[in-house]
């Protein structure tokens, strides 16, 4: 094990064309069996690796000890930004498909500075620490600045309906009257036993004039004050 990394993958790592070649396809741990060993030995990747993967995945693996994993790198350099796949190929003369054994794939940004990773370094207990917001709108602020994908324009339906904070108020808006579609956050997420506020037609228009935030449920309170955080107005 080498900085945090095991030989399969410190190998990729080290391999600046791997990252640049999408024709590149390296040895990776044989069997589920490595994978999970190399894990245990504390590479980071396959930890990664390893958390990608269904319970359903692991037993499929599980069941044959004549898999051999592949590695296989793609990258975009302008972006540096790059997949890395593990996938189990089924060769059919010149011609490489995949079998029924499971892909994991990562999208990885700058990959090719993994020295800077260290296992010593000091983790926030708390996702909404100053420390870690400052990092989710770096991030943010670096997927929509500089990934040439994720500024692709895209067609979709957008919502009917939108959540607004403006001047402190959170209020319904429509997306009909608006003069244009700005960007908005999206939360998934699941009621649980109760919902304590809903939209309804008797409430339509007082929330089209403010929502109380006192009365939301904690999910919906800490997705606005992120929104915020990354300087988005709209859920």
Same mark, same amino acid.
């Given at each position: 094990?080498?900085g945090?990394?095991?030989?399969?993958?410190?190998? $990729?790592?080290?391999?600046r064309?791997?990252?640049?070649?999408? *024709?590149?396809?390296?040895? *990776?741990h044989?069997?589920?069996?490595a994978?999970?060993?190399?894990?245990?030995?504390?590479?980071? !990747?396959?930890?990664?690796?390893?958390?990608?993967?269904?319970?359903?995945?692991?037993?499929?693996?599980?069941?044959?000890?004549?898999?051999?994993?592949? *590695?296989? =790198?793609?990258? =975009?350099?302008?972006?540096?930004? #790059? +997949?890395?796949?593990?996938?189990?190929?089924?060769e059919?003369?010149?011609?490489?498909? #995949?079998?029924?054994? &499971?892909?994991?794939?990562?999208?990885?940004?700058?990959? %090719? +500075?993994h020295?800077? !990773?260290?296992d010593?370094?000091?983790?926030?207990?708390?996702?909404?620490?100053?420390?870690?917001?400052?990092?989710?709108?770096?991030?943010?602020?670096?997927?929509?600045?500089?990934?040439?994908?994720?500024?692709? &324009?895209?067609?979709?339906? #957008?919502?009917?309906?939108l959540? =607004?904070?403006?001047?402190? %108020? !959170?209020?319904?808006?429509?997306?009909?009257?608006?003069?244009?579609?700005?960007?908005?956050?999206?939360?998934?997420?699941?009621?649980?036993?109760?919902? &304590? !506020?809903?939209?309804e037609?008797?409430?339509?228009?007082?929330?089209?004039?403010?929502i109380?935030?006192?009365?939301?449920?904690?999910?919906?309170?800490?997705?606005?004050? $992120? =929104?915020?955080?990354?300087?988005?107005? *709209?859920?």
């Amino acid at each position: 094990m080498t900085g945090g990394f095991c030989a399969e993958c410190q190998f $990729i790592l080290d391999r600046r064309d791997m990252l640049t070649d999408p *024709y590149n396809i390296a040895k *990776y741990h044989h069997h589920l069996i490595a994978l999970e060993d190399s894990v245990k030995g504390g590479c980071q !990747l396959c930890q990664l690796f390893l958390s990608c993967l269904s319970d359903h995945d692991l037993r499929i693996w599980r069941e044959s000890y004549d898999t051999k994993m592949k *590695y296989w =790198a793609r990258g =975009a350099p302008q972006d540096n930004c #790059y +997949e890395l796949i593990v996938f189990t190929p089924a060769e059919t003369g010149n011609n490489r498909v #995949y079998t029924k054994y &499971p892909t994991i794939s990562l999208h990885v940004t700058a990959v %090719v +500075e993994h020295n800077s !990773l260290n296992d010593e370094q000091e983790v926030e207990q708390s996702t909404s620490s100053c420390q870690g917001l400052d990092l989710a709108r770096s991030w943010f602020e670096t997927c929509t600045g500089s990934h040439l994908v994720c500024q692709a &324009p895209g067609s979709f339906n #957008y919502p009917t309906r939108l959540l =607004a904070f403006e001047f402190g %108020v !959170l209020h319904l808006v429509f997306t009909s009257e608006m003069l244009d579609h700005p960007n908005y956050a999206t939360l998934s997420h699941c009621w649980g036993n109760s919902m &304590p !506020l809903r939209l309804e037609i008797g409430n339509l228009n007082d929330f089209r004039a403010e929502i109380p935030q006192s009365k939301l449920c904690k999910t919906f309170k800490d997705a606005i004050t $992120i =929104a915020k955080y990354l300087s988005l107005q *709209y859920l």
